[in-house]
């Protein structure tokens, strides 16, 4: 019988490896397993249902919980300012 492992830790290096098809495959297996990925990839963000920003202040990270639409944002954003 197969046991999916509980949590699956994605970091930005391995997520742009990730196929459209894995992303799939990723979802599937989260009905039973919890992924944690970041990533600046927005078909990434489509699957996921918790959104964190993480903001640097002072020498202070702080994690905040975000929508989606202010994540896809970011991620637009991001993404525009590494194409211009």
Known sequence: MYEPFP????????????????IA???ELCENAQFITTTF???MLAKADKFY?????????RINCITKE???D???Q?????AG
Not at 7 to 22: M, P, R
Not at 53 to 61: D, L
């Open 41 to 43: 990839r927005p078909e």
């Open 53 to 61: 920003g993480v903001t640097f202040n002072n020498k202070v990270s």
């Open 70 to 72: 202010n994540a896809l």
């Open 78 to 82: 991001v993404r525009a300012r590494c």
């Open 74 to 76: 970011f991620v637009e």
């Open 25 to 27: 495959m990723i979802h």
């Open 7 to 22: 949590l699956g830790l994605l970091l930005k290096k391995e997520v742009s490896l990730i196929s459209i098809l894995t």
